[in-house]
C-alpha cells in the first residue's frame, strides 16, 4: 500500500535534479510539486512522475513559500515530508517511514539527517545536515522572521526549523543530498544563505531562532554562535572530528566549502557596505497572505 504522508517538493529550475527527485518516492501516497515559475521544463517532468503541480508566485510578504505550502496545499494526508529537489530518500528511510506510518508515530515530527553527495561521492563521514522534515502539519508552521530586507534570500524561508506542537524525534537513515547541477550552483545558493544569516546576526534577529531550539540543539547552537575563529572550528569539526579525512578529496573540499560559507557570514556581517545593501526597511509586523 501507498505510504500515507503527503510529499512536498518545492522548486525553481530543477530539471536537473527532479527525475531522481521523484522517483526515490514513488511509495508515498501524495506528491505535489510547488513550482516557482520554472523556465526549464521542470513542471512537464513532474507531471511526467505523476506528481501534482501547484504553481506558485510570491507576493513579497508573509508566508513564505513553506508556510504558503501548509496553509493552502490540499493534503490528503495529515502527515508531511518536506523534501529538496536535491535529496533523495534513502530505501532504508523509506520503508522506515512506511513501519512508522503502520505503528502509528508516536512524536509530532522527525528530524532526518541528510548525507551530503559531494564532487560526485556520497560522504560516509564529515559533517552531515539534519532538518524536521516530517511531521504533523496540524501541529506545525513556520513562524515568519523579520528577514523581507534581505533582498537576496527572496520567496523561501531561511535555515532554521518549523516549530512543533509536541515531542520531537529522530529517524535513524537518511536523505542522500546532492545536487546535479555545476558546483558554481552550490556557491551561488550558499551566498545568499550567508547574506541572510549574516544580517540577522548582525542586529540581533538570529537569537530567536537559536532559542526555538531543543535540548542539546539548543545549547550546542548557542555555544557555536560564540566560538571565535568559526571557519576554523567548522573545517576541524567536519574534517577531523568527524574523519571527513576517511572520504579522501570529496571530503577534504566538502570540509573547505562548509568553513568558507561561515567565513563569508562572519567577513559580511563586519562589511558595512553589505549590510547597507537593504530592500526595505524591515517590517514592523509580519503580514499574512490572505
Not at 517532468?45 to 506528481?51: D, E, L, N, R, S
Not at 518536506?82 to 512524536?107: N, S
Request: charged share 25%; proline share 8%.
Amino acid at each position: 500500500m501507498a505510504i500515507p504522508v503527503s510529499v512536498v517538493v518545492m522548486t525553481r529550475n530543477e530539471a536537473v535534479n527532479l527525475p531522481s527527485c521523484l522517483a526515490s518516492l514513488d511509495r508515498f501516497a501524495e506528491r505535489f510539486v510547488v513550482d516557482s515559475g520554472s523556465t526549464d521544463g521542470t513542471p512537464a517532468i513532474a507531471a511526467a512522475f505523476g506528481a501534482r503541480v501547484v504553481p506558485y508566485r510570491w507576493n513579497g510578504a508573509y508566508p513564505k513559500k513553506k508556510q504558503w505550502c501548509l496553509d493552502h496545499l490540499p493534503f490528503a494526508s495529515d502527515w508531511v515530508l518536506f523534501v529538496d529537489a536535491d535529496e533523495r530518500p534513502t530505501p532504508e528511510l523509506v520503508e522506515e517511514i512506511a513501519g512508522l506510518m503502520r505503528a502509528g508515530p508516536r512524536m509530532a515530527g522527525y528530524f532526518i539527517d541528510g548525507r551530503p553527495v559531494f564532487l560526485g561521492c556520497r560522504l560516509r563521514f564529515g559533517a552531515w545536515n539534519r532538518k524536521l522534515a516530517l511531521f504533523d502539519r496540524r501541529r506545525a508552521s513556520w513562524a515568519p522572521v523579520p528577514d523581507l530586507d534581505v533582498a537576496s534570500m527572496w520567496e523561501v524561508e531561511g535555515h532554521y526549523q518549523p516549530d512543533i506542537g509536541g515531542p520531537v524525534g529522530r529517524l535513524r537513515h537518511p536523505l542522500d543530498h546532492g545536487d546535479g547541477k555545476p558546483l558554481s550552483a552550490w556557491f551561488e545558493r550558499h551566498n545568499r544563505y550567508s547574506d541572510w544569516e549574516a544580517a540577522l546576526r548582525a542586529d540581533g534577529r538570529l537569537k530567536p531562532l537559536a532559542g526555538r531550539e531543543r535540548g542539546l540543539r539548543r545549547r550546542l547552537k548557542g555555544m557555536f554562535a560564540r566560538l571565535p575563529c568559526r571557519p576554523l572550528c567548522v573545517f576541524l569539526h567536519g574534517y577531523v572530528l568527524k574523519m571527513g579525512f576517511l572520504d579522501g578529496g570529496a571530503g577534504l573540499h566538502h570540509a573547505l566549502a562548509r568553513a568558507f560559507y561561515y567565513w563569508q557570514i562572519d567577513a559580511k556581517g563586519r562589511d558595512p557596505a553589505t549590510l547597507r545593501r537593504r530592500a526595505a526597511p524591515i517590517p514592523e509586523e509580519p503580514v499574512r497572505d490572505g
